[in-house]
Structures are given as structure tokens and as C-alpha cells.
């Protein structure tokens, strides 16, 4: 395995003291090798897994031509300038299909789904034909082929249809189900262990003393790591005392793909992590020029890679979301962009910024009339966790550019895109 420093310092532009985002984006990629096993399990278990195979159609779907629409299967040939009268012999329903053909000047009722009857070709609906016993009444107008449905047209047999690397949605599971397949194979979950690290915190259920804080970012990243889907294992809160950041750490690497610290990698606290770290592991310590979220540690111990994320509730979020999630979706298996996605909207009021820095302001996206656009969520201290609980998303300043005025536009990162 080679070492982490050697893969960035290859990376054009790496500067540990002044990354840019980018730069750390890719140097945490350029490490990173997604788990190799695999495992098979039932098609609903499969929601937000990886695949590990590709899926290709035994048969084709639909099965059959079959009309779209309820009406009156016809021979286009049949039908003239003005109305045609059609002599009707007969119905194919949804899983009951015409026996018969079509002759000249006949035609047959179906209802949407409908396998197509021999001899027809174009469907013409129920609301515009008239009837008077089994005497059709077709207006003209009707287009060839019309509201009909082909045998393939949504997945062809043979030919792959979701490659190994497709991260599993909803429709994902329906797409499957409808090949009639009932197991896949897919990559087995990442385990990430992750603890807190501080004097000053205190567990739910102790009473505070002075100077102490109860300890909240175990549980935003409880949630951030439960909604990617991983295997999480909360180490709980580790004082700032080498012997217990070292235990912790070995237990944490024993098993896991991934460690998520949070706090002690600020200046003054980092000089102790880091030669702890060093013995245990690799790590390095950055600067990334972003607010908030400066300083974070990335490296590896054992098997495990390390994300040294900072203490401050909202820089925990941001840079999770930043860069530990992206990791955590590659280490996964994911192939294609994982990157959070980016719209475009309206600053709605002047954004303070200045140059130098990417910063991630909490934002509250909305529609006014067909514009969107957003505002700050008020108060943006890296400690206010409430402006991440009344954002719907971040304002995503870039790094060279300066203050915002209204009007302008920004980038946003939506945080619920459908799920
Ligand atoms: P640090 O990065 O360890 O210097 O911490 C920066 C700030 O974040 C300090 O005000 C800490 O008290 C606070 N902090 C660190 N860890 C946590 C935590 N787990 N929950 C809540 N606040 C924290
Ligand atoms: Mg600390």
C-alpha cells in the first residue's frame, strides 16, 4: 500500500496548509479503494446498497405488444378520410387476451395493458369512438401505431440494464422486480467507527458541570452516517488523554473501513493527536481554506481510513458533508458523482465573504413567484447548530470570489433532494 503523503503530493497544487477544497476533495479520492465483498441478499434489502453485478434482462419488458390506452384495437388500413364504421368481435383485457384476429373492418375492445390482438396495430380511445351495438364509430385523425406499447421497449433481453457500481433506489428495486429476479449481489456494507474527543463533554443523562457541554456531534453523525446506509459503531465520548485517544483509536481501526473523530484538531490541541497518530498510523493535518471547517486530519491506520473532523457542531456537518460522505459513497463502490448536487438560485440579501476561502453558509432556499431564491438562516457561528436545523440547504461560496449582493447568484446544496 503506498503511503497517503506520497499519493497527494502528487496531486498538482496540494498544499497541507492552505487547501483548497478541490484539493482536498481529490487528494481524499486519489486514496481512497472501495470494500471488495460482496454479498447477496433479497431485492427489498437491496435499497441503497451498491450493486456488484450487472443486471441483464432474461426477458424482454413488456413481454408482449399491449395497448396503452382503453378502446378499440383497429387495422389502420381500415380507417378512411372521414369517420369509419368498425365491426366489433370481441375484447382483450389486462392478463386475458384476444383469442382471435382481426379481419378487415373489424375491431376489439382492450383495456390499457392489454396483450395486442393478431391483425391490429393502432388503439384508438374509448372517449372519442361511438357505439352502437357492436357498431364502432372512429373519427378521423387517428395516427398510425397510436397507443400502442412494444414488447421491449422498457428493458430488451440480453442487453445490460443496471452495471455494477449503480447505487440502489427505489426504482432500482421495481426495475429488478420487474425482470423477475428476486437476489442481486451487491457490495457489503462500509463500517465506520466514530467517537467524540473532549474534556468539556458530558453524555445524556449526567448532569452538567461547569464548562461542560453535552455532547451533540455523536449524534448529528449518528444521523448523517444512518442515512448513507453504513454499518456505524458509536465509540462514545474519549477524553483528551493519550492513553485513552490511543486505545480508542486502536479499537475504532480493529475492523473498520473508516474512523470519524471529531474535535482536538484545532492548533493547540493537535500537537499530542499528531505524534499519537503517527505511531498508530499515518495522518495528516490540514488546513483547508474553507469556512467553516479548517482544520480536519486525514489518514489511515491499519485498514482504516481517518477523518479527523473538527469540534464545532455545524464544521462537523460541513465537512462531512464536503468530503466524508463523497468517501464514504466511493469506499461503498459507488461509481459516477457523488458530489452533493449544485443548483443556481438568487442571493435574496448581500452575503458577507471574502476571497481566499470556499465557505458554506446555512441557507433557506424558497420559490418567489418562478424565482428561487435564498437567504441566510440569520446567525452563522460554526457553534450555532440551530442554523443547520433551520436550513434547507448550503449557500456554496466559491473560493476566489468576494462579498455576495443581492441579486446575485450563488451556488446552493440543496440537503433534501427526494430520498
Ligand atoms: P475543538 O475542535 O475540540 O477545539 O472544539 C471546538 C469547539 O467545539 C469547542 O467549543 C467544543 O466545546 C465544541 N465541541 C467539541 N466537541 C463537541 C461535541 N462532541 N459536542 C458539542 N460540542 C463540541
Ligand atoms: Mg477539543
Known sequence: MSRIVEIVNAIEGYDPDALHVEKARAAIRACLAPVREIERVPVREALGRVLAENIVPGIDVPGHDNTAMDGY??????????????????????????GGSLGPGQCVRVTTGAVMPAGADTVVVQEVVKMQGTRVTIPPGQKARQNVRYA?????????????????RPAELGLIASLGIGEVQVRRRVRVAFFSTGDELA???????????????????????????????????????????????????????????????????????????AKLGEALFWRIAMRPGRPMAFGRIGDAFLFGLPGNPVAVMVTFYQFVREALLVLG??????????????????????????????????????????????????????????????????????KVAAGETVQVQPFDVLA
Open 333 to 402: 463502490g459507488r461509481t459516477g458523482d457523488c458530489a452533493p448536487l449544485l443548483l443556481d438560485a438568487t442571493a435574496a440579501e448581500a452575503l458577507r465573504k471574502v476571497p481566499g476561502r470556499t465557505e458554506y453558509l446555512r441557507g433557506v432556499l424558497f420559490r418567489d413567484g418562478g424565482v428561487l431564491k435564498v437567504k441566510t438562516t440569520g446567525q452563522q457561528g460554526s457553534g450555532v447548530l440551530r442554523s443547520m436545523s433551520e436550513a434547507n440547504c448550503f449557500i456554496a461560496l466559491e473560493h476566489a470570489r468576494g
Open 73 to 98: 384495437a383497429v387495422r389502420f388500413a381500415d380507417l378512411g378520410a372521414g369517420a369509419t364504421v368498425l365491426e366489433e368481435i370481441g375484447a382483450a383485457l389486462a392478463g386475458k387476451a384476444f
Open 152 to 168: 421491449g421497449e422498457d428493458l430488451k433481453k440480453g442487453e445490460a440494464v443496471l452495471r455494477a457500481g449503480r447505487w440502489l
Open 203 to 277: 453524555s445524556i443523562g449526567s448532569t452538567l458541570k461547569q464548562g461542560e457541554v453535552y455532547d451533540s456531534n455523536r449524534y448529528t453523525l449518528h444521523g448523517m452516517l444512518a442515512r448513507l446506509g453504513v454499518e456505524a459503531r458509536d465509540l462514545g465520548v474519549v477524553r483528551d488523554e493519550p492513553a485513552a485517544l490511543e486505545a480508542a483509536f486502536r479499537d475504532a481501526a480493529t475492523g473498520a473501513d473508516a474512523i470519524v473523530t471529531t474535535g482536538g484538531v484545532s492548533v493547540g490541541e493537535a500537537d499530542f493527536v499528531k505524534s499519537m497518530m
